[in-house]
């Protein structure tokens, strides 16, 4: 299920008191105060790429 290419490899990095998934593509999530929500975001990007 959770295929990852390299040409979207996501991390999530903390900005101010929010954490924000960023992707190798340029993708950028929304500021989420909860690591947990950044991640599901990057979750969401790379699926929605691999279909
Ligand atoms: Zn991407």
């Known amino acids: 299920m ?8 996501t991390t999530v990095v903390e900005q101010g008191r929010f954490c924000l998934a960023r992707c190798t593509c340029g993708w950028r999530g929304p500021a989420r105060r909860a690591r947990s929500k950044a991640r599901s975001d990057a979750d ?8």
Request: aromatic share 0%; charged share 10%.
């Open 2 to 9: 959770a295929q990852q290419q390299h040409e979207h490899a």
């Open 44 to 51: 969401d990007h790379v699926g929605a790429h691999t279909g």
